[in-house]
């Protein structure tokens, strides 16, 4: 389960409990993120064990954000070198202190 930042600045468990309190997803990522963590759009991921996955919208669509896990790395601090053989490894940005971003247009 993702945890997702709504906003009315608070996190929820998913988009789901976010809809039910009366709150629409926060694309600025501007909750709390507790230490580990960085914000990924309104999701936020593990620095250490996941990236995230940026999709621009298109046609008016909204932005998507995912995170997902890291695969095999050699370090135990992910780079983007460890995302190269990853759809869009080439759009790598960040680092294991900030958290790895591909965007996928």
């Known amino acids: 389960m993702e945890s ?7 996190v929820y468990d998913g988009q ?3 809809a039910v309190a ?3 997803l926060d694309v600025r990522g501007t909750c709390p993120v ?3 963590s960085f914000a990924c759009g309104y999701v936020q991921c593990k620095k250490l064990t996941q990236y995230c996955e940026h999709t621009p919208g298109t046609g008016g669509a909204a932005d998507t954000y995912a995170c997902k896990a890291d695969p095999s790395c050699a370090s135990q601090f992910p780079t983007c070198a460890c995302l ?3 759809p869009c490894g080439s759009m790598c940005t960040g680092d294991s202190a900030t958290g ?5 247009p």
Do not use: F, H, M
């Open 100 to 104: 790895l971003v591909l965007t996928c």
């Open 22 to 24: 009366g709150s629409d």
């Open 34 to 36: 507790p230490d580990g």
């Open 84 to 86: 190269a053989n990853e």
């Open 4 to 10: 997702i930042c709504a906003c009315d600045g608070k």
């Open 16 to 18: 789901c409990s976010a």
